[in-house]
């Protein structure tokens, strides 16, 4: 049950773009189309933003989107806004467990 | 209004027990599988355990198995994480959350900090 790996930071400018990946194995990424994608403000709980890889759930705007290649999937955050400025993280399902991602720090230049 | 409303949490010195509870309303809380995740200080979040909608089955991660015990009480609506055996690697704020399918997580409790200290 190893985390996913993510990169520890990301950074844009508003109105700008920018993509966090996900990489696993074909153990839980590779092998399911089960991964979601939380945004975690401080003291706040996660929110859930993205699921079954690509799927956004009622109210979460359309700038968030999600993609799966082999082991890895990928988030895009479109439009950055300030209010995007948070840690993300991605879930996948792993075959009767459940593993996230090491977490990545959104910075709104 | 649609919630998870957790108790349970605070200061427990090491080898003790702890009870956390997640009590659901607004939804019908049979119709989700139950996940706890944690997240110690300044770490990323851990997935914990989830249990399954009839309480049947029950799945740990390796960091806690043999010595946490989720269940539910479905006619209250409410989840329950028994922790035994804590040591200071516990020491997180814990959450509950729904699961609409495969890890996705809809609804979350608004977490309880567990800290393991002497």
């Known amino acids: 049950q190893s985390a996913l790996t993510q990169p520890p930071s990301a950074s844009g400018s508003p109105g700008q773009s920018v993509t966090i990946s996900c990489t696993g194995t074909?153990?839980?990424?590779?092998?399911?189309?089960?991964v979601s994608w939380f945004q975690h403000l401080p003291g706040n709980a996660p929110k859930l933003i993205i699921y079954?890889?690509?799927k956004r759930p009622s109210g979460v705007p359309d700038r968030f989107s999600g993609s799966k290649s082999g082991n890895t999937a990928s988030l895009t955050v479109s439009g950055l806004q300030a209010e995007d400025e948070a840690d993300y993280y991605c879930?996948?399902?792993?075959?009767?467990?459940?593993?996230f991602g090491t977490g990545t720090k959104v910075t709104v230049l | 209004q649609v919630q998870l409303v957790q108790t349970g949490g605070g200061v427990v010195q090491p080898g003790r027990s702890l009870r956390l509870s997640c009590e659901a309303s607004?939804?019908?809380?049979?119709?989700?599988?139950m996940h706890w995740v944690r997240q110690a200080p300044g770490k990323g979040l851990e997935w914990v355990s989830i249990?399954?909608?009839?309480?049947?089955?029950?799945i740990y991660a390796d960091s806690v198995q043999g010595r946490f015990t989720v269940s539910r009480d479905n006619f209250k609506s409410t989840l329950f994480l028994e922790m035994n055996s804590l040591g200071p690697e516990d020491t997180a704020v814990y959450y509950c959350?729904?699961?609409?399918?495969?890890?996705?997580?809809?609804?979350w409790g608004q977490g309880t900090l567990v800290t393991v200290s002497s």
């Open positions: 959350a729904t699961d609409m399918a495969g890890g996705a997580y809809n609804i």
């Open positions: 079954e890889v690509n």
């Open positions: 607004g939804f019908t809380f049979t119709a989700y599988s």
């Open positions: 879930n996948s399902y792993a075959g009767n467990s459940y593993v």
């Open positions: 249990i399954s909608t009839d309480g049947r089955i029950k």
């Open positions: 074909s153990s839980d990424v590779g092998g399911y189309n089960y």
